[in-house]
């Protein structure tokens, strides 16, 4: 894979500890004399390797911890490590900073700006990251050719249909080399006979080692993870295997 060449403030990560370390994270908002508890004492890891789907209704916290995991927030009270950095404490340029590095987000409507077209939008993460303009085309490429829209990169994103417009979004996610990919709700605007191929491409990625989390509301998407976290009104009440939730809600749970 692409060597990593990017400016590392870190220290070596050690392999045996948590990729993502959750300890008792609230995100609080408040409003007047209300508080909302969008994530009411989260704790969970996630090891390098693993692909967990974080399953729960709307309203109950999944992108409060999402943006949290992703580096896109931080938590009102507990303690977030990332690839052992303390992201809990971290400001703006910090954040940022580590985003760029670890994660490779995936959205539901694929946010590819519409002006430039495919090798431009999956250069995008390595031109914040600062490598030079030559590298950044041959990986941009290189990134395409995994997706199987190598032949269309000079379209531009609505010159695509859904199912490879959401390609082109895994191919800047992975573009980076993330030790994350972070997808929420990666297939909520496609058909299902898509969605089950960007499915089926995120365990191929998983299989080939990444880690991989993914947001959903719907079980029948979250079942085809390998790990389940359901959460409700911000709290965690299963955590296990997709054959253990595959269990737990045929009786009705
Ligand atoms: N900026 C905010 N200010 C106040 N309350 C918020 C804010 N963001 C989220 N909330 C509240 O926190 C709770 C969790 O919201 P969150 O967006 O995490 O839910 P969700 O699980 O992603 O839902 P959906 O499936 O609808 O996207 C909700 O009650 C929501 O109203
Ligand atoms: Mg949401």
């Given at each position: 894979?692409?060597?990593?060449?990017?400016?590392?403030?870190?220290?070596?990560?050690?392999?045996?500890?948590?990729?993502?370390h959750l300890k008792d994270v609230y995100k609080i908002y408040r409003m007047g004399d209300n508080e909302?508890?969008?994530?009411?004492?989260?704790?969970?890891?996630?090891?390098?390797?693993?692909?967990?789907?974080?399953?729960?209704?709307?309203?109950?916290?999944?992108?409060?911890?999402?943006?949290?995991?992703?580096?896109?927030?931080?938590?009102?009270?507990?303690?977030?490590?990332?690839?052992?950095?303390?992201?809990?404490?971290?400001?703006?340029?910090?954040?940022?900073?580590?985003?760029?590095?670890?994660?490779?987000?995936?959205?539901?409507?694929?946010?590819?700006?519409?002006?430039?077209?495919?090798?431009?939008?999956?250069?995008?993460?390595?031109?914040?990251?600062?490598?030079?303009?030559?590298?950044?085309?041959?990986r941009a490429m290189e990134s395409l050719e995994r997706v199987g829209v190598?032949?269309?990169?000079?379209?531009?994103?609505?010159?695509?249909?859904?199912?490879?417009?959401?390609?082109?979004?895994?191919?800047?996610?992975?573009?980076?080399?993330?030790?994350?990919?972070?997808?929420?709700?990666?297939?909520?605007?496609?058909?299902?006979?898509?969605?089950?191929?960007?499915?089926?491409?995120?365990?191929?990625?998983?299989?080939?080692?990444?880690?991989?989390?993914?947001?959903?509301?719907?079980?029948?998407?979250?079942?085809?993870?390998?790990?389940?976290?359901?959460?409700?009104?911000?709290?965690?009440?299963?955590?296990?295997?997709?054959?253990?939730?595959?269990?737990?809600?045929?009786?009705?749970?």
């Amino acid at each position: 894979m692409f060597g990593r060449e990017k400016k590392r403030e870190s220290k070596p990560f050690d392999p045996s500890m948590p990729l993502i370390h959750l300890k008792d994270v609230y995100k609080i908002y408040r409003m007047g004399d209300n508080e909302v508890r969008a994530n009411d004492g989260i704790s969970m890891d996630i090891y390098d390797g693993e692909f967990v789907a974080i399953v729960g209704k709307s309203g109950s916290g999944k992108s409060t911890i999402m943006n949290i995991i992703g580096a896109l927030d931080v938590p009102t009270q507990g303690e977030y490590v990332l690839g052992g950095e303390d992201v809990s404490r971290m400001k703006g340029d910090q954040l940022a900073s580590i985003r760029n590095r670890m994660i490779g987000f995936i959205f539901q409507q694929y946010n590819l700006l519409p002006r430039q077209n495919l090798l431009e939008n999956v250069e995008l993460p390595l031109l914040y990251a600062g490598v030079k303009a030559s590298e950044r085309r041959k990986r941009a490429m290189e990134s395409l050719e995994r997706v199987g829209v190598a032949d269309k990169w000079r379209h531009k994103p609505s010159q695509l249909s859904g199912g490879q417009q959401q390609r082109v979004s895994i191919a800047r996610a992975l573009v980076g080399n993330p030790s994350l990919i972070l997808a929420d709700e990666p297939t909520g605007a496609l058909d299902s006979r898509t969605s089950r191929d960007v499915l089926g491409f995120l365990k191929q990625l998983n299989d080939e080692g990444n880690t991989i989390i993914l947001i959903t509301h719907d079980n029948s998407i979250a079942l085809q993870a390998k790990r389940i976290v359901r959460i409700h009104d911000g709290k965690i009440v299963f955590d296990g295997s997709a054959e253990a939730y595959r269990e737990e809600i045929s009786h009705g749970n």
